[in-house]
């Protein structure tokens, strides 16, 4: 669809390189900033579709920012300025390689897994008897490699990450103080909007200075699982699926047409009506996560409004 963003080729002054991860494309500016553009690329089962999804790109980066803000009182973030709706602007980090994944509910990858007869998942035992959706003991961290571009992302435990060096001792227990603390600012958040945080991920990074920050996106449909607290309790009972706001509709809606990522597969035909209606649910995710109206950006010309912006950032950021 013309109205969408699935790559940019920006040449903006004192580019160092670019990095193009599964949504988002990263210009290193002087080894010093680095800009982040959230493109409207839609990835599921690490795979990423044919077509972009109208204003997936805006609705992730502006959720992502107004968490960032929410949440820099209890952990230290990348994040400089948003000049573009579908641009961040942080410092320069040098990543961990492991996604931190917090889950409060057995729900989504942690359900299949415990399904197919799972009882411990990253190093985590799960207790016997649990239902699809069910809030857990106490929430759990089960980390997951961060991998190059194509490949699966792998679970793994916190030994396995310190006993092969991924991350230090030291560096992972603040990693964990982050997500727990993290995941608790957000469950506050959601409980505010009456939904539930069912699980998420966080990625952080080490500045130039040597500070753990948090980096990339934070509490959007794309990163994280929400429910809607109304309800929730009688749909377990019942042991009806749970209405929910994340990108798990997309997953299901591949799954019943035969695709989940595997090889061989081929991903299933998306209909410019069907485009149509993953960018309607975006939006309802947008403003029941946020709890404001979603005011679609000017798409007209989405390249050339970006590098405008962008530009007169760092025109003005060199000042």
Not at 59 to 75: G, H, R
Not at 127 to 149: A, Q
Not at 251 to 263: K, V
Request: charged share 25%; glycine share 6%; net charge negative.
């Amino acid at each position: 669809m013309s109205n969408t963003i699935t790559k940019t080729s920006f040449e903006f002054p004192n580019q160092k390189s670019v990095y193009r991860g599964k949504v988002r494309e990263v210009y290193n500016i002087n080894d010093e900033l680095l800009v982040m553009v959230a493109t409207d690329r839609l990835s599921a089962f690490d795979v990423i579709m044919p077509k972009g999804i109208p204003y997936k790109g805006q609705i992730l980066n502006q959720i992502a920012t107004k968490f960032m803000e929410m949440t820099q009182d209890i952990v230290p973030n990348w994040l400089v300025a948003t000049p573009d709706p579908n641009v961040a602007v942080g410092y320069v980090c040098e990543p961990f390689k492991v996604e931190m994944v917090i889950r409060g509910y057995l729900a989504g990858h942690a359900a299949r897994e415990y399904a197919a007869g799972k009882r411990v998942l990253c190093g985590v035992a799960l207790p016997e008897g649990l239902k699809e959706n069910d809030l857990l003991p106490e929430p759990i961290i089960t980390p997951s490699t961060k991998e190059e571009l194509g490949l699966h992302d792998v679970d793994i435990s916190r030994e396995d990450i310190i006993a092969r060096g991924i991350v230090s001792e030291e560096d992972y227990l603040v990693l964990e103080q982050y997500t727990r603390a993290l995941y608790a600012r957000g469950t506050e958040i959601a409980k505010s909007q009456g939904l539930i945080l069912v699980d998420t991920k966080y990625e952080f990074g080490r500045t130039k200075e040597g500070q753990i920050v948090l980096i990339d996106e934070i509490h959007t449909p794309d990163s994280s699982r929400y429910f809607y607290a109304e309800g929730y309790e009688e749909r377990q009972k019942n042991g009806e699926a749970q209405k929910q706001l994340s990108k798990e509709f997309v997953r299901q809606w591949l799954i019943s047409n035969g695709f989940q990522g595997q090889e061989g597969q081929v991903v299933p035909e998306m209909t410019d009506e069907y485009i149509a209606s993953v960018s309607e649910r975006y939006i309802e995710l947008y403003e029941n996560i946020i709890g404001e109206s979603f005011v679609k950006a000017n798409v007209s010309n989405i390249n050339n409004r970006i590098e405008k912006n962008v530009l007169a950032f760092l025109e003005i950021y060199k000042k």
